[in-house]
């Protein structure tokens, strides 16, 4: 039987590194893409090779558009040499920063990096990599909370999550031709090094946020690699064009 095979981009940590180890645990097969950590991103192929599948870390700067021709170049390459197939089924566009900045003071450098990275990178490579994607396969964006609950200093990183909701129904609708079904699935707060590791270095944040979270806690790492190995098994097939909270119930 011909394994599935899974590409998450910035997979090397947080929560692309918890998505590729739950995934993997359900025997697929995972392309990840690190940015700048080659040695955790070497460190997890081990990690994952140990789970009984076969792995692939890819070097992707999301922020840079121009170069995402010669990336799907490089996925086309590797799936034959590693994997043996020439294309693969699902998607997760994870990679992404976090910066904390009040609407007031927000520059346009900072908005314009958060538009590279985390709208116009998961268009456009999106796009060039849609060519690779098995027909039935499936995508998973990933969003944030924020956009259905404020805190202050996130106006433009929610912005670009909000955008990134608006094209996932897009998505849906123009690629159900080819049985691809498209996904947002949006995290509450997550104790990671994301945002420089606010939620789960500073204890009072992270008190405050389990208090006003239905189940008492902030997230973990493993709650969303379960939450999206959820959403790719063959029993959700039928969920398509949706936004999924995964935050424990964060401000209900």
């Known amino acids: ?30 392309i990840g893409t690190y940015n700048s950590k080659a ?44 994997f043996s197939q020439h294309r693969f089924d699902f998607l997760i566009n994870n990679a992404g920063i ?11 450098d900072q908005f314009d990096q958060l538009v590279n990275i985390q709208l116009k990178g998961p268009f456009f490579l999106t796009q060039h990599l849609l060519p690779l994607i098995n027909d039935n ?18 106006a433009a990183y929610a912005a ?33 090094d994301f945002g420089g590791g606010v939620v789960r270095d500073n204890p009072e944040i992270n008190e405050f946020l389990a208090g006003n979270t239905a189940l008492g806690r902030v997230g973990l790492p493993g ?3 379960g939450a999206i190995a959820l959403l790719l098994a063959d029993e959700s097939r039928w969920i398509n064009g949706q936004r999924i ?8």
């Open 223 to 225: 709650d969303i690699g």
């Open 245 to 252: 909270e995964a935050s424990g119930g964060m401000f209900l």
């Open 137 to 154: 396969g499936r995508i998973i964006n990933i969003s944030t909370g924020l956009t259905r609950f404020v805190l202050p200093g996130y």
């Open 39 to 82: 040695d955790e991103a070497k460190a997890l192929v081990k990690t994952l090779k140990k789970a009984k599948v076969k792995a692939a870390m890819l070097q992707l700067d999301i922020s840079k558009s121009e170069t995402f021709d010669d990336f799907a170049g490089e996925v086309s390459r590797t799936l034959q040499s590693v």
């Open 160 to 192: 670009m999550k909000g955008a990134m909701e608006v094209l996932t129904r897009y998505q849906a609708k123009e690629l159900g031709a080819r049985g691809i079904g498209v996904n947002v699935l949006a995290p509450g707060a997550i104790e990671t």
């Open 1 to 30: 039987m011909i394994r599935k095979i899974a590409l998450i981009t910035g997979a090397s940590r947080g929560l692309g590194k918890s998505t590729a180890q739950h995934l993997a645990a359900h025997g697929i097969d995972i």
């Open 98 to 108: 976090g910066i904390h900045a009040s609407f007031s003071e927000t520059t346009e």
